[in-house]
């Protein structure tokens, strides 16, 4: 069993910038990758960014690419979504979720644990 609490959300201008960080506790966290999700209202969750369990490799959907930059921190069991640059259509729940079933990155059916989510709205 894996517990995540997702933080950091809120409220911010257009152009600005947010760090939303993921700590996890439970079952081993270093063993797995991990993802952010966000799910804006009237919409279907999409993947937004994914890492591999040691940190080296990072993906990202074609919305964020440039703008977000996904890590973590193994000792600290945390995983972060930096994003810069935020954009009116970037507002959206934004969620974290251990990458621990069969599939990719992009197929939310890949990932096994999720947290609460986190709120992000953007103004312009």
């Known amino acids: 069993q894996v517990q995540l609490v997702e933080s950091g959300g809120g409220l911010v201008q257009a152009g600005g910038s947010l760090r939303l960080s993921c700590a996890a506790s439970?079952?081993?966290?270093?063993?797995?990758?991990m993802g952010w999700f966000r799910q804006a209202p009237g919409k279907e969750r999409e993947f937004v960014a994914g890492i591999s369990w040691s940190g080296t490799n990072t993906i990202y959907a074609d919305s964020v690419k440039g703008r977000f930059t996904i890590s973590r921190d193994n000792a600290k069991n945390t995983v972060y979504l930096q994003m810069n640059s935020l954009k009116p259509e970037d507002t959206a729940v934004y969620y974290c979720?251990?990458?621990?079933?069969?599939?990719?990155?992009?197929?939310?059916?890949?990932?096994?644990?999720w947290g609460q989510g986190t709120q992000v709205t953007v103004s312009s």
């Open positions: 979720a251990v990458r621990n079933l069969d599939g990719n990155y992009y197929y939310d059916r890949s990932y096994g644990y």
């Open positions: 439970g079952r081993t966290f270093s063993n797995y990758a």
